[in-house]
């Protein structure tokens, strides 16, 4: 079982669609962060939490640590939200602040 | 504006060729890390570095080198050793410490395929 879950794998949705994306983690960890990937490769930072809640624009992130799970949500969506989004765990464990990432769910937003 | 670069973005190589990656960033970060992304996975470690000539090697280093000469380089080699060498690679920079928080950057990232 991998130490970083996403659901769904896959989703899409029309445009303006309230999106929900989940992660859980099975390890003790000091931080977790939301990244974007476009069609091109490359990932951009989107949140890093670890604790409560953080909103930014049409984005906002929770954290929930004793039931060791997240929440990426997405209001009035848009195509261009339409990536794949990424869960990633730094473990208190890694003294190196290692990332342990979740393999992604593809969002695509239809007009 | 501050970033990594990463070139090229397509590399297409012969099988038993050496490849070589490279990773540029300005942010003055300490420490940067390779990663491989294949489909339907996570992006997994592959060499990072926290100093200038340090580095260690991540969860899949066999058939990869690194090195760390300068603090603004951290170039990647896939060598004629790594058995399944073609995936997307992305290479990230490091930010803050202790108390302050630890930020990331990525790059674009390079597709390798090896024919």
């Known amino acids: 079982k991998n130490e970083v879950e996403q659901s769904p794998q896959n989703l899409t949705a029309q445009e303006g669609e309230f999106i929900t994306i989940n992660c859980s983690y099975s390890?003790?960890?000091?931080?977790l962060h939301w990244l974007q990937q476009h069609p091109g490769g490359g990932i951009v930072s989107l949140f890093m939490l670890s604790s409560g809640k953080k909103k930014h624009g049409r984005l906002i992130a929770t954290i929930n640590i004793q039931e060791k799970h997240s929440s990426l949500h997405i209001t009035a969506s848009h195509p261009r939200d339409s990536a794949v989004y990424i869960c990633?765990?730094?473990?208190?464990?890694?003294?190196?602040?290692?990332?342990?990432f979740g393999q992604g769910t593809r969002l695509t937003i239809n007009p | 504006d501050g970033g990594i670069t990463q070139s090229p973005k397509y590399l297409f190589r012969k099988e038993g060729q050496n490849v070589t990656l490279s990773c540029e960033q300005n942010?003055?970060?300490?420490?940067m890390y390779w990663y491989r992304q294949d489909p339907g996975q996570g992006l997994r470690l592959i060499y990072y570095s926290q100093i200038v000539n340090d580095f260690q090697k991540g969860d899949i280093a066999e058939g990869y080198s690194v090195s760390r000469e300068k603090k603004e380089s951290f170039p990647l080699t896939v060598t004629s050793a790594q058995k399944n060498p073609t995936a997307f690679y992305l290479c990230?920079?490091?930010?803050?410490?202790?108390?302050?928080?630890?930020?990331?950057?990525f790059g674009s990232g390079t597709r390798l395929t090896v024919v």
């Open positions: 390890v003790g960890i000091s931080a």
């Open positions: 990230a920079s490091r930010t803050g410490g202790a108390g302050l928080g630890y930020g990331y950057t």
């Open positions: 990633a765990v730094r473990s208190v464990n890694q003294g190196a602040q290692k990332l342990v």
């Open positions: 942010l003055n970060h300490d420490a």
